[in-house]
């Protein structure tokens, strides 16, 4: 019995292109997810398989950069607390 391979195709949500396609992952993403592709970081958004044809298509969309990094955060405490020492 020959079993037939599946296509995993990566799509970007509300875009008619894909991705990226593959056969016979070993493991299928999850809602939620996130996935490193094509430099960027994806979060995946819904899963629809189609048995007809052996497919799983996999919406995601790229994950938001948080705007705060390290030096920031330290410097809007720091302002903070000197706010706060201002009533003294």
């Given at each position: ?7 995993v195709i ?42 007809e044809v ?7 969309e790229l ?26």
């Amino acid at each position: 019995m020959s079993k037939e391979a599946v296509k995993v195709i990566l799509w970007e949500e509300n875009q008619k292109d894909f991705l990226k396609k593959f056969y016979d992952l070993q493991f299928i993403p999850r809602i939620g997810e996130e996935i490193y592709l094509k430099k960027e970081n994806w979060i995946v958004t819904r899963i629809e398989h189609d048995l007809e044809v052996s497919e799983i298509n996999v919406y995601m969309e790229l994950k938001k950069k948080d705007k705060q990094h390290k030096g920031t955060k330290g410097s809007s405490q720091w302002l903070e607390q000197m706010h706060q020492n201002d009533g003294l």
